[in-house]
């Protein structure tokens, strides 16, 4: 096992990274401050796991909520159920929320421990590889509106984090590679020795190679805990993280979160952005085509469902770092330096949509 | 005019107390870091001061949303309502969100602006004696559950706080007396001498002296800022604002959150707590009866709806301060001197209900 930290003074916490961890009680115990726990999971993730939490929380009072699956219920009326079961039972300040699933359950599930009581204790039990690597470090937490993805959070740092390697062997094939897009993401933004590991490694990441997954999930987790302790509430640098989203959300906006899963409209949008930063002259032919290169290999989509340009940048408007009506995009300047940018030439962009409209999947 | 400054480090703010400050946008304009601005007001409010505040603050892009009057309104749906206006603007992350009116627009509008894009800037402008004294001050926003008050909400203090004096000539007799019920009790958890004053000047406040309401108000803020300062996040000390809370909270839930006001539900669970402390042997008779006579010289009601013991209980149960199953309240040593314990007889609870439900109004 291994354990990193993120940085944040009296809310500092640590990161688990393994295999097998589900079952080690004493990883969990020092974070649940009271005698109640809820766990919060899905309808998919609940049969495989949710047994070994309760056996490992046998200590304590647990109650169980299990959600349908899918980014559609990412919603103020999920939450709403947490709120009802956690009121039904009385559950009080001290309780402990645990999210037991992917990216969705631990959005949603940290959101309702932000907001229940004025916010209660939370541990995040990642079991998707995005969950592991991405959302379930750094406290964003939130649920979708009709208009706009993430529009209602809070920030909501979790006690601690478990990332147990194993739950990755039954995770679907889709959604290890839409993982694997985020993994990609850190190369690309800040870590350029990283982005080389992986263009070698790929293939083992494919296979699910035990040491290939934790040593992604590791420097993933470490470039994200890095980014979040020097920049917690997205001031300035952590908006970096979101390279590639901006052009994503409009994608899963479109697709209303159904027929996309956000991995894959992240590695779209992240094609998009490496097209618009080579449109611009920022970022130069050979390492545009090295950021296609390696999504492709990990058998990423590359091109957005058909949108008029159009439709994009009015989608793309809502962006929550947009600014005073200004659209603000990540941006490449090199493999492994990316740049917040509004101030980049309008029509570079127009090209890039332009260009992705023609080429748009069917 | 008087400004009190509730001291939390970079997150300190001004309150500012007086007559005519709607008309001032240089108390404004300080705290507004953007353009774009969305005032939540009532129908009841609306119409007498919205139009003052727009024209201060002409100067900004402002939009406007008016809900209907009552603690009913202040659910999960009304701050959806208010996502629902800020997304169709597509205001951004710089917007800031102003609260025109009492305790719900400014818990509701609070709560909103903690969690719309994970936090935008807030200002308080409270026009009931009640907000003015207590909930514009301090950061604790939220909305109401079925099942309890106050249960979905967060910390998120606002920017200033503008406590226009004027506007409480406009209130109805029943809030202006409501909110005397929040005053009185700063005295009694911890300023002796202000209870003293109240007593020689409880009619001035009722026939709405200038002079009077604003000492009121500046001594309420004074001590509210106090102890916000030294418990942001009420691990502690914090807490004792709640006298009279967990019985006020459950003749509120009883009621629906109808037929009584918030502050005469805490004028009826204040009473509560004398007369518990007076059984436990905490306070004495004398003090006692001074407050039910402050209570009471200010038309505040004394007895609770009909509600059995064991309603009373069940009710109780749910609030916010229980830990571990066990009812803590907020109960007096001495005027002047409130003690929150989980730690007291509980036959002494149970004759304290006993009396009130023989007593209770019809």
């Given at each position: 096992?291994?354990?990193?930290?993120?940085?944040?003074?009296?809310?500092?916490?640590?990161?688990?990274?393994?295999?097998?961890?589900l079952?080690?009680p004493?990883?969990?115990?020092?974070?649940?401050?009271?005698?109640?726990?809820?766990?919060?999971?899905?309808?998919?993730?609940?049969?495989?796991?949710?047994?070994?939490?309760?056996?490992?929380?046998?200590?304590?009072?647990?109650?169980?909520?299990?959600?349908p699956?899918?980014?559609?219920?990412?919603?103020?009326?999920?939450?709403?159920?947490?709120?009802?079961?956690l009121?039904?039972?009385?559950?009080?300040?001290?309780t402990?929320?645990?999210a037991?699933?992917?990216?969705?359950?631990?959005?949603?599930?940290?959101?309702?421990?932000?907001?229940?009581?004025?916010?209660?204790?939370?541990?995040?039990?990642?079991?998707?590889?995005?969950?592991?690597?991405?959302?379930?470090?750094?406290?964003?937490t939130?649920?979708?509106?009709?208009?706009?993805k993430?529009?209602?959070g809070?920030?909501?740092?979790?006690?601690?984090?478990?990332?147990?390697?194993?739950?990755?062997?039954?995770?679907?094939?889709?959604?290890?590679?839409?993982?694997?897009?985020?993994?990609?993401?850190?190369?690309?933004?800040?870590?350029?020795?990283?982005?080389?590991?992986?263009?070698?490694?790929?293939?083992?990441?494919?296979?699910?190679?035990?040491?290939?997954?934790?040593?992604?999930?590791?420097?993933?987790?470490?470039n994200?805990?890095?980014?979040?302790?020097?920049?917690?509430?997205?001031?300035?640098?952590?908006?970096?993280?979101?390279?590639g989203?901006?052009?994503?959300?409009?994608?899963?906006?479109?697709?209303?979160?159904?027929?996309?899963?956000?991995?894959?409209?992240?590695?779209?949008?992240?094609?998009?952005?490496?097209?618009?930063?080579?449109?611009?002259g920022?970022?130069?032919?050979?390492?545009?085509?090295?950021?296609?290169?390696?999504?492709?290999?990990?058998?990423?989509?590359?091109?957005?469902?058909?949108?008029?340009p159009?439709?994009?940048?009015?989608?793309?408007?809502?962006?929550?770092?947009?600014?005073?009506?200004?659209?603000?995009?990540?941006?490449?300047?090199?493999?492994?330096?990316?740049?917040?940018?509004?101030?980049f030439?309008?029509?570079?962009?127009?090209?890039?949509?332009?260009?992705?409209?023609?080429?748009?999947?069917?």
């Amino acid at each position: 096992m291994k354990t990193l930290t993120v940085e944040l003074g009296e809310r500092s916490y640590p990161i688990h990274i393994g295999p097998d961890l589900l079952s080690r009680p004493e990883l969990l115990t020092p974070y649940i401050p009271g005698q109640q726990v809820l766990i919060v999971s899905n309808e998919t993730v609940a049969p495989l796991y949710m047994q070994r939490v309760e056996t490992a929380l046998s200590a304590f009072q647990v109650s169980k909520l299990i959600l349908p699956d899918g980014e559609r219920y990412k919603t103020l009326d999920s939450a709403l159920q947490i709120y009802d079961a956690l009121l039904a039972q009385r559950m009080d300040r001290q309780t402990t929320l645990i999210a037991l699933g992917g990216g969705v359950i631990g959005d949603l599930t940290g959101f309702a421990a932000a907001t229940y009581q004025r916010g209660v204790h939370f541990i995040q039990i990642p079991t998707t590889l995005l969950a592991q690597v991405d959302s379930s470090v750094g406290g964003k937490t939130g649920v979708n509106h009709p208009l706009g993805k993430n529009m209602i959070g809070a920030f909501h740092q979790p006690r601690c984090v478990l990332a147990d390697t194993d739950t990755l062997l039954s995770l679907p094939e889709r959604e290890l590679k839409a993982g694997i897009a985020e993994v990609i993401k850190y190369g690309l933004i800040r870590d350029r020795a990283f982005f080389q590991w992986l263009q070698n490694n790929i293939e083992a990441l494919l296979e699910r190679n035990p040491e290939a997954l934790a040593y992604a999930i590791e420097q993933s987790c470490r470039n994200k805990a890095e980014v979040v302790a020097a920049d917690e509430r997205e001031a300035n640098q952590r908006a970096l993280l979101n390279l590639g989203h901006t052009f994503g959300h409009a994608i899963e906006t479109e697709t209303g979160y159904t027929s996309w899963l956000h991995g894959e409209a992240v590695a779209t949008g992240m094609a998009m952005a490496a097209h618009m930063s080579h449109e611009l002259g920022w970022l130069d032919e050979a390492e545009q085509r090295a950021t296609e290169a390696l999504l492709a290999a990990a058998e990423l989509p590359l091109t957005p469902p058909p949108m008029t340009p159009e439709r994009f940048l009015e989608l793309m408007a809502v962006d929550k770092k947009a600014l005073g009506g200004k659209l603000r995009l990540v941006l490449l300047k090199a493999i492994g330096n990316a740049v917040l940018s509004a101030d980049f030439e309008p029509a570079a962009l127009n090209r890039t949509l332009n260009h992705y409209s023609r080429t748009a999947s069917a």
